[in-house]
């Protein structure tokens, strides 16, 4: 019989893949506000991501609604621990929602939504970092319930991860800017990019070096033989794409720092998954012992095979539509 | 800490509190969507310049109504988990897969193309951006239909089993489609047009009264009155539906709307228009009723037999008190609509539609009576379901997360209320203010896909 569980867990991972690439870099615009002072250079930025960030954002509520359906045990016990941190980031994501209305509807108050935009994005960033690092730390799981405190997420190590997601999403909004601007905007991103990208490697080799000390499983899955040489082109392919990146911000490429920041994040994701699997609640909880019955798998499988395909068409068909660079002289429809 | 609330109560009032949030946006966002797509397709065929600037003028309002739906609405799904997560864990096999058809068909639909109907002018040729409106309208729709689907099942739950404290669902089409799905689908689909359509009604009524008696504000002032007609007369008899559907497998609901304490068993039984229902004694106080009319409604016959409260152990009865009121004021402003209604159709006769000033009043203070009665609507059905979460099959209290303690869900309440104050009063406000503002006439659209990007359209 075909595994569904292990089929469901693909989908939910290129879910969430899809939703940090893409509501990575609209969040990653909230992040880099406060270095651009320039209002028409705000309204750029913002125009840039405005058509196609409520699309973006969608991809998380997949990712809920399909760990709902497939691994409700995971729903329930993950969302219970991570209470604080949940409710944080939602209500980030409020403000950085609402400010893209409300900011070309204020005159006196726009300042404030600039605001909402700022610590919205960053905030929601950030507590999406700490969600993850939450999660790698692992979960305390008893009797299929939460049986930990209300702040066990709270460590070094979350804080750190939180961090990351916010130089993360940084990088990634830099990057799309330098493919949708022109003139002094993209100038000023092609050289805070390089900024951005040690900021991002000094996180990488923290986190790298921290998680294998915390748990000892991850440590062995990495470094014992034979997997030390199948993933030792990890840190090789992150320097690699790092000095690519570097290279195409100083001769000036605009799509090429965008592809390969795609690479980081694709690399980055994947090492998470190696240090997960076969886990769903980490340490201890399995796909398979968090799957749903098999008819609520089979039957939400059904309209993901017949519906994702047509809403990766009309994604890359709105993204089409919007392909063109965005200019300061450009109007948006407020 | 929070007034000795238990963390249950609390996490109930959190999820009234939300839920009555965000039900209010897409409910504004289903009409406006399906009015825009009409405007827009009569502009299509018509090519009158009125169309297309009533059409940007209502998006603009849309947008923010729907944006406050999504992020409303992206809450709603999370606290399943966070609050409720007893519940998700054993009614999560069944509520997980309506909701992520909903996500997979409605939520990317309608997310998909907003960009191209908010940004997409001179971008793509005017049939193209229909056909993203129509998509986005589409969307709303669909979405309406798995939730009430989800909540349907929720208060007549069947095609499952239970297996070691788990649902396992059985006959996906008997979920879908489960007893009082269809007919709480209408009534909920029409109330979305009815109040979105008084939303229009109050604020052309608003500018009438400002003296702009521009094309733009009398042809919406019309074409959101005919469909107020159309809706309010329609909800008698979808609402009279769900009514003999409630009595049917929500006894306890329905004798709890009607404050019906002992089973009629030979005599017809009255309707009460005024009591107050006390449930620790079991009886009414300063009771005004009709005889005989109750079991004509209820049940359409003249000796219909309906069960009392007492026929329910009183753990398993609902709060007669609130859902009593609750019913009765969606029920009166219902017909204060039709009445409303049937007064335009008498002034479209005698020509003085848009010139009679009390009118305007009176449409401007009918504006918001339709989230009024969506609200009390809700309260309704929800509080008439307790002490079920899933009924007769799941209480409440036992789809709370044990672990999460009464600080934890007390604070992120004062969050969400705070919170929600701030950014929904500011999305009200806006939206008073572009009401206010009124609609404009833009610039002649060029009917041709070739259009210059830098040109302002809007």
């Known amino acids: 019989?075909?595994?569904?569980?292990?089929?469901?867990?693909?989908?939910?991972?290129?879910?969430?893949?899809?939703?940090?690439?893409?509501?990575?870099?609209?969040?990653?615009?909230?992040?880099?506000?406060?270095?651009?002072?320039?209002?028409?250079?705000?309204?750029?930025?913002?125009?840039?991501?405005?058509?196609?960030?409520?699309?973006?954002?969608?991809?998380?509520?997949?990712?809920?609604?399909?760990?709902?359906?497939?691994?409700?045990?995971?729903?329930?016990?993950?969302?219970?621990?991570?209470?604080?941190?949940?409710?944080?980031?939602?209500?980030?994501?409020?403000?950085?929602?609402?400010?893209?209305?409300?900011?070309?509807?204020?005159?006196?108050?726009?300042?404030?939504?600039?605001?909402?935009?700022?610590?919205?994005?960053?905030?929601?960033?950030?507590?999406?970092?700490?969600?993850?690092?939450?999660?790698?730390?692992?979960?305390?799981?008893?009797?299929?319930?939460?049986?930990?405190?209300?702040?066990?997420?709270?460590?070094?190590?979350?804080?750190?991860?939180?961090?990351?997601?916010?130089?993360?999403?940084?990088?990634?909004?830099?990057?799309?800017?330098?493919?949708?601007?022109?003139?002094?905007?993209?100038?000023?991103?092609?050289?805070?990019?390089?900024?951005?990208?040690?900021?991002?490697?000094?996180?990488?080799?923290?986190?790298?070096?921290?998680?294998?000390?915390?748990?000892?499983?991850?440590?062995?899955?990495?470094?014992?033989?034979?997997?030390?040489?199948?993933?030792?082109?990890?840190?090789?392919?992150?320097?690699?794409?790092?000095?690519?990146?570097?290279?195409?911000?100083?001769?000036?490429?605009?799509?090429?720092p965008f592809l390969y920041i795609l690479c980081l994040v694709l690399i980055t994701y994947a090492g998470f998954l190696i240090s997960l699997w076969p886990n769903i609640i980490p340490p201890s909880v399995t796909l398979w012992q968090a799957a749903a019955p098999h008819s609520s798998q089979l039957f939400a499988l059904i309209g993901v095979g017949i519906l994702l395909p047509i809403i990766i068409a009309y994604t890359i068909l709105t993204y089409w539509v919007f392909k063109n660079k965005v200019g300061v002289d450009d109007e948006g429809y407020h | 800490m929070f007034f000795g609330l238990t963390a249950l109560e609390l996490a109930r009032i959190q999820f009234a509190f939300t839920v009555s949030f965000h039900i209010i946006f897409p409910a504004t966002s289903i009409g406006l969507a399906c009015f825009l797509a009409i405007i827009e397709w009569k502009w299509l065929q018509t090519k009158q310049q009125v169309y297309l600037d009533m059409f940007k003028y209502w998006s603009k309002i849309f947008a923010v109504a729907f944006g406050m739906g999504v992020v409303s609405g992206i809450v709603m799904a999370y606290q399943f988990g966070t609050n409720w997560?007893?519940?998700?864990?054993?009614?999560?096999?069944?509520?997980?897969?309506?909701?992520?058809?909903?996500?997979?068909?409605?939520?990317?639909?309608?997310?998909?193309?907003?960009?191209?109907?908010?940004?997409?002018?001179?971008?793509?040729?005017p049939k193209a951006h229909f056909t993203a409106t129509f998509m986005v309208a589409l969307g709303t729709c669909i979405s309406m239909f798995w939730i009430l689907s989800s909540n349907s099942w929720m208060q007549t739950p069947q095609g499952f089993s239970v297996e070691n404290g788990i649902i396992v669902p059985h006959d996906w089409w008997q979920i879908i489609f489960n007893p009082s799905f269809i007919h709480r689908l209408l009534h909920m689909g029409t109330a979305a047009f009815l109040v979105s359509s008084l939303l229009v009604v109050g604020a052309s009524g608003w500018q009438l009264l400002r003296g702009h008696r521009s094309p733009m504000t009398t042809k919406a002032f019309s074409m959101a009155l005919w469909m107020v007609l159309a809706t309010s007369c329609a909800q008698v008899y979808f609402g009279d539906s769900q009514g003999l559907n409630t009595l049917k497998y929500q006894p306890a609901k329905l004798a709890a709307i009607e404050a019906h304490w002992e089973t009629n068993t030979d005599n017809p039984m009255a309707l009460i228009l005024f009591t107050i229902p006390n449930m620790k004694q079991e009886k009414n106080y300063y009771t005004v009723s009709l005889p005989y009319v109750g079991s004509l409604i209820l049940t359409h016959h003249w000796n219909g037999v309906v069960k009392g409260l007492k026929e329910f152990p009183p753990q398993d009865r609902p709060n007669s008190l609130i859902v009593f009121w609750s019913f009765r004021l969606m029920v009166g402003l219902c017909f204060l609509m039709i009445i409303m209604s049937f007064t335009a159709l008498w002034l479209r006769y005698k020509k003085r539609l848009y010139t009679s000033k009390w009118f305007s009043y009176f449409a401007l203070f009918m504006g918001p009576t339709g989230y009024i009665a969506l609200l009390s609507g809700w309260v309704t059905t929800e509080v008439g379901r307790q002490p079920w979460v899933v009924y007769n099959m799941l209480r409440t209290e036992h789809g709370f997360s044990n672990t999460v303690v009464a600080d934890q869900v007390g604070l992120s309440l004062i969050v969400f209320v705070i919170v929600y104050t701030v950014v929904f009063g500011s999305g009200i406000y806006y939206i008073f203010k572009l009401i206010n503002q009124g609609p404009k006439e833009y610039a002649l659209y060029a009917p041709s896909a070739k259009v210059n990007n830098k040109e302002e359209l809007l």
């Not at chain 1, 006196?108 to 960033?125: H, V």
């Not at chain 1, 940084?170 to 022109?182: D, N, P, S, Y």
């Not at chain 1, 034979?226 to 570097?246: A, D, E, K, R």
């Open chain 2, 85 to 125: 997560s007893e519940f998700s864990r054993i009614a999560g096999s069944v509520t997980g897969p309506l909701l992520t058809y909903e996500v997979l068909s409605a939520f990317f639909l309608e997310a998909g193309f907003l960009g191209i109907m908010l940004f997409g002018w001179g971008r793509v040729g």
């Open chain 1, 1 to 256: 019989m075909i595994d569904l569980a292990i089929i469901w867990a693909s989908i939910i991972a290129l879910g969430v893949l899809i939703y940090i690439v893409l509501d990575g870099f609209d969040l990653g615009i909230g992040i880099l506000f406060p270095f651009i002072k320039n209002h028409k250079h705000r309204d750029v930025m913002m125009n840039s991501v405005a058509p196609v960030w409520d699309g973006n954002e969608t991809w998380m509520v997949l990712g809920g609604a399909g760990l709902f359906a497939a691994f409700p045990l995971v729903y329930a016990t993950v969302l219970s621990a991570l209470y604080i941190p949940i409710i944080l980031m939602l209500v980030s994501l409020i403000f950085r929602g609402v400010a893209f209305e409300f900011r070309f509807k204020a005159h006196r108050s726009k300042y404030l939504w600039d605001w909402a935009f700022i610590w919205g994005s960053t905030l929601a960033s950030f507590f999406q970092g700490v969600i993850l690092g939450a999660y790698i730390q692992g979960i305390h799981v008893v009797n299929n319930a939460y049986a930990g405190g209300p702040l066990d997420w709270l460590t070094p190590f979350s804080l750190f991860t939180g961090v990351g997601v916010v130089m993360m999403y940084a990088a990634l909004g830099c990057a799309w800017l330098i493919l949708k601007t022109k003139e002094d905007l993209q100038q000023s991103m092609y050289h805070l990019m390089p900024k951005l990208l040690i900021g991002l490697l000094v996180i990488f080799v923290g986190v790298s070096l921290y998680t294998p000390f915390i748990h000892p499983e991850i440590a062995s899955r990495w470094f014992t033989m034979p997997n030390l040489l199948y993933l030792s082109p990890v840190p090789v392919l992150v320097l690699l794409f790092s000095w690519l990146i570097l290279r195409a911000c100083r001769t000036q490429c605009d799509k090429q």
